[in-house]
């Protein structure tokens, strides 16, 4: 067994309620060559002295702060300040198994050539860990880039607690993006990244981590993650690497319940942004005339706005 340093880097905001846990099933881990870079991003509770109390009694955490710019920038903070041949991520209300990384690195020696290896793993709410569902993922196979930018860009199938990642792709792929509107699934843009970039995926079938589920979390029906979905298709497709008749199919469904609710709520430049990048895709005379609508009769355009779009998704 090699004894390569992973770098674990858990983003956290507010989480005081969680942290503790989370930082426990790191100094479990039966894999000991890690270090866990806890990055404080603006904190208003005490999540900033529990993580400092943890850092005094193991020299393997550091700790980091920064003023609130949500996951993407905490996350790309950690990976700056870190020095893991693999890096790691484990946000700060989520747990690992005691044996996941000694897991993945056993499996790193198998499949030499992989530079992503993530596990398969459950779901829970709150605390109530008796009660738990399988994430939806796809396991047990090497998955080379072009098969895994398909996959993924359907859905995504890699929960960023379920992966560690070779610094070298990294490098090759650059860091996550800090933009905004994808916040929230810049990790699944990262995956979409990587897999353009040519990495090698293996989905191991042991399931290794809780994904908590809980009032703080990003309501996957919330206006800012349907944003962000559809933002991270829009960017990432690639006439490469899909047909745009099939990347319309799945960004329609998606974007035009989502602009009639930002219409709904004023947020008319959203709106048109998604817009412009469909148009950029796949030049519409129905995405112009919305964009019409919406520019001359703003919150009034709702109606025919949802008419033109039920039409456009058939």
Same mark, same amino acid.
């Given at each position: 067994?090699?004894?390569?340093?992973?770098?674990?880097?858990?983003?956290?905001?507010?989480?005081?309620?969680?942290?503790?846990? +989370?930082?426990?099933?790191?100094?479990?881990?039966?894999? /000991?060559?890690?270090?866990?870079?806890?990055?404080? *991003?603006?904190?208003?509770?005490?999540?900033?002295?529990?993580?400092?109390?943890?850092?005094?009694?193991?020299?393997?955490?550091?700790?980091?702060?920064?003023?609130?710019?949500?996951?993407?920038?905490?996350?790309?903070? =950690?990976?700056?300040? /870190?020095? =893991?041949?693999?890096?790691?991520?484990?946000?700060?209300?989520?747990?690992?198994?005691?044996?996941?990384?000694?897991?993945?690195?056993?499996? +790193?020696?198998?499949?030499?050539?992989?530079?992503?290896?993530?596990?398969?793993?459950?779901?829970?709410?709150?605390?109530?860990?008796?009660?738990? +569902? #399988?994430?939806?993922?796809?396991?047990?196979?090497?998955?080379?880039?072009?098969?895994?930018?398909?996959?993924?860009?359907?859905?995504?199938?890699? #929960?960023?607690?379920?992966?560690?990642?070779?610094?070298?792709?990294?490098?090759?792929?650059?860091?996550?993006?800090?933009?905004?509107?994808?916040?929230?699934?810049?990790?699944?843009?990262?995956?979409?990244?990587?897999?353009?970039?040519?990495?090698?995926?293996?989905?191991?079938?042991?399931?290794?981590?809780?994904?908590?589920?809980?009032?703080?979390?990003?309501? *996957?029906? /919330?206006?800012?993650?349907?944003?962000?979905?559809?933002?991270?298709?829009?960017?990432?497709?690639?006439?490469?690497?899909?047909?745009?008749?099939?990347?319309?199919?799945?960004?329609?469904?998606?974007?035009?319940?989502?602009?009639?609710?930002?219409?709904?709520?004023?947020?008319?430049? *959203?709106?048109?942004?998604?817009?412009?990048?469909?148009?950029?895709?796949?030049?519409?005379?129905?995405?112009?005339?919305?964009? =019409?609508?919406?520019?001359?009769?703003?919150?009034?355009?709702?109606?025919?706005?949802?008419?033109? =779009?039920?039409?456009?998704?058939?």
């Amino acid at each position: 067994m090699p004894n390569e340093l992973i770098s674990i880097i858990m983003p956290a905001h507010n989480a005081a309620k969680f942290i503790g846990d +989370s930082i426990n099933s790191v100094l479990k881990q039966s894999y /000991s060559n890690w270090e866990l870079l806890i990055i404080n *991003d603006g904190s208003t509770d005490n999540t900033l002295s529990i993580a400092k109390e943890y850092a005094e009694t193991d020299s393997r955490i550091r700790v980091i702060t920064q003023a609130n710019q949500k996951q993407g920038v905490a996350r790309n903070n =950690g990976i700056k300040n /870190s020095k =893991g041949i693999w890096i790691g991520f484990l946000d700060a209300d989520d747990l690992w198994y005691p044996e996941k990384l000694e897991k993945q690195i056993a499996t +790193s020696l198998m499949f030499p050539e992989v530079d992503v290896i993530y596990t398969d793993g459950w779901i829970f709410r709150d605390n109530d860990l008796e009660n738990t +569902s #399988p994430y939806i993922s796809i396991t047990d196979r090497l998955i080379e880039g072009r098969e895994m930018y398909k996959l993924e860009y359907s859905y995504n199938y890699i #929960p960023i607690l379920a992966v560690i990642v070779k610094r070298s792709l990294i490098h090759k792929t650059g860091l996550q993006d800090e933009q905004p509107a994808i916040q929230g699934c810049e990790d699944w843009d990262y995956w979409i990244r990587m897999a353009k970039a040519g990495a090698h995926f293996y989905g191991m079938p042991d399931k290794l981590f809780y994904y908590r589920k809980h009032g703080n979390n990003m309501s *996957d029906n /919330s206006i800012a993650m349907l944003l962000a979905r559809v933002t991270v298709l829009i960017k990432n497709f690639d006439p490469e690497f899909i047909d745009k008749n099939d990347a319309l199919v799945i960004i329609k469904s998606l974007a035009f319940p989502l602009i009639n609710r930002l219409i709904k709520n004023e947020r008319f430049e *959203d709106a048109n942004f998604i817009l412009k990048g469909m148009q950029h895709i796949a030049p519409s005379v129905s995405y112009k005339l919305i964009r =019409g609508l919406i520019n001359t009769f703003k919150a009034n355009a709702y109606i025919p706005v949802a008419v033109i =779009g039920k039409i456009a998704r058939m």
